[in-house]
């Protein structure tokens, strides 16, 4: 069982930044590829990016180049570094958890607002 719990959402101006927070606890999370995801209003829940244990990233083409996600194994946390925030990226941001090797080890965590609006 991984237990995820975001922080550092809020409201930023376009062109603005903010870092994201995922800190888990309860199993080994070294092992786990960790992703962000995110949900606007009225759409699907989709991926943004994702970090192995290894540290290789992939990112939506949306974002590449202005998000940046790095991990703390040592902290059990994973972070979502957003640069030049535009209002479309406005969205609850999930953070996630999944084994490898195991299909049924999937968490979540319970979601952080991110507005962008002048």
């Known amino acids: 069982q991984v237990q995820l719990v975001e922080s550092g959402g809020g409201l930023v101006q376009p062109g603005g930044s903010l870092r994201l927070s995922c800190a888990a606890s309860?199993?080994?999370?070294?092992?786990?590829?960790m992703g962000w995801y995110r949900q606007a209003p009225g759409k699907r829940r989709e991926l943004v990016a994702t970090?192995?244990?290894?540290?290789?990233?992939n990112y939506v083409d949306s974002v590449k180049g202005r998000f940046t996600i790095s991990r703390d194994n040592a902290k059990s946390t994973v972070y979502l570094q957003m640069n030049s925030l535009k209002p479309e990226d406005t969205a609850v941001y999930y953070c996630?958890?999944?084994?490898?090797?195991?299909?049924?080890?999937?968490?979540w965590g319970q979601g952080t607002q991110v507005t962008v609006s002048s």
């Open positions: 309860g199993s080994i999370f070294s092992i786990y590829v």
């Open positions: 970090i192995t244990s290894g540290g290789s990233a």
């Open positions: 996630n958890a999944h084994h490898p090797l195991t299909v049924s080890l999937n968490y």
